[in-house]
Each structure stands twice: as C-alpha cells, then as structure tokens.
C-alpha cells in the first residue's frame, strides 16, 4: 500500500478543486487582502499588466468567486471587484470535493 502524505495549501486546493489557474488564485488572494479594489490596482499591486488582470477577474466572476460593482466617478465610471466571503468559497469547494468523491466511488464500482 502507498502511503504519502502531504499538506495542501489554499492554493493547491483552489487549483486542484476550482481549476483555478496561478494568475487567477493570485489575484483572488491579492484582492483578498485589498478588500476592494480596481483592474489597475491590483495590476500595480501584482506587477502583471491590466489585461492579464482582468481576463482573471473575469473567469473570477463568472466562478461566482469575486462581486464587481460599477462606480460612477465625475468623468465616466470604473468597476471595483471584492471577492466574496471565504466561507462561502470554502462550502463550494466542499461541495463539489463531495460531487468529485461520489462520482470516483461510482466509477471504482464499475470498474
């Protein structure tokens, strides 16, 4: 029998159950500590260019993993993103690690 242990960070964990991508899980926990925040801003923050940034917020989004809220300013608008609560990322990623689980059972039966 293998036996192996290993620690997982939050990382692995977002990349492993959520399919996250690195540029995507950095700018989820940047954004975590900025609380709310602008493309530029985590842009500047990260060193990666703005478009980079917000191809991640948008995969982000539509993962239902950050909120973005359009701000109007005097001269047009910006749109701030803030992720959600991790608390609620955390029953996602328990919900589909037990979605994940149940389905291997089922395979391994077929098998």
Not at 18 to 28: A, C, K, M, N, P
């Amino acid at each position: 029998m293998i036996t192996r242990m290993q620690k997982f960070t939050v990382e692995d964990l977002m990349r492993c159950i959520l399919g996250l991508q690195e540029i995507e899980i950095r700018v989820y926990l940047e954004l975590m500590e900025l609380n709310e925040a602008s493309v530029y801003d985590i842009a500047d923050k990260i060193g990666k260019d703005r478009t980079t940034v917000q191809k991640a917020l948008r995969s982000l989004v539509n993962c239902g993993l950050v909120k973005r809220e359009k701000v109007t300013e005097t001269v047009g608008y910006k749109y701030m993103y803030r992720t959600v609560e991790f608390e609620k990322v955390k029953e996602l990623m328990e919900k589909l690690l037990d979605e994940w689980y149940i389905g291997v059972k089922e395979w391994l039966s077929k098998n």
